[in-house]
Every structure is written in C-alpha cells, then in structure tokens.
Nanobody, 115 residues
C-alpha cells in the first residue's frame, strides 16, 4: 500500500522557520522524483519545490532563497525547509511522488503563519 505521510506543520510566527517531512512507503522511493506543493484557501495548488531521483532541485521563483528541498533515501523521506515565513505562506503543504505514470499524493500538513 502506497503511503505518503507529511508532518512538521503547525503555527509559526512571521519570520520563523519550519522543516516539513514526508515519509514514503509502499514503493521504491529512491527512483521517484519528489515534489512539495501547497494550496492556500481559495487558491490553486502550486509547486513549491522539486527534487529528482538524482538529487537535482528546482524551486518556485516566489520561494527561491527561502526554501530548501532535500531527500534521505535511506529513510524514504523528503524534507522541505522554509525560512523567513510570511503570512502568505499559510497553506496546506502536500508531498508528491512521481515517476512515469505513477503519481502519488499525501494528505498534507497545515502551515499557518500568524502572530
């Protein structure tokens, strides 16, 4: 059974940092590209960051300089570090695994940035 389980979200003050985690099971994690998306209330889901199976990374222009995506294949886990959080970063953050026609999603972890 394929599972992607996100964790690490929560309430954080503006300017703070978070590290989100997504732990995978039920498929060969190391050969999948992994992505983090987010969806704010009333907005479309948007790509935040991606990491290939080889470790190459890409970031949304709006998030460059504030986010870092990484993966630990030994732990079947992908991470997203977000610094200098802003209220507009408030969203449900989703983990995605993709390879060819295989596309898996987690349930998301809520990040709320507020003072």
């Amino acid at each position: 059974q394929v599972q992607l389980v996100e964790s690490g979200g929560g309430l954080v003050q503006p300017g703070g940092s978070l590290r989100l985690s997504c732990t995978a099971s039920g498929f060969t994690f190391s050969i999948f590209a992994m992505r983090w998306y987010r969806q704010a209330p009333g907005k479309e889901r948007e790509l935040v960051a991606a990491i290939t199976s080889a470790g190459g990374t890409t970031y949304a222009d709006s998030m460059k300089g504030r986010v870092t995506i990484s993966r630990d294949n030994a732990k079947n886990t992908v991470y997203l570090r977000i610094n200098s959080l802003k209220p507009e970063d408030t969203a449900l953050y989703y983990c995605n695994a993709q390879k060819s026609n295989y596309n898996y999603w987690g349930q998301g972890t809520q990040v709320t940035v507020s003072s």
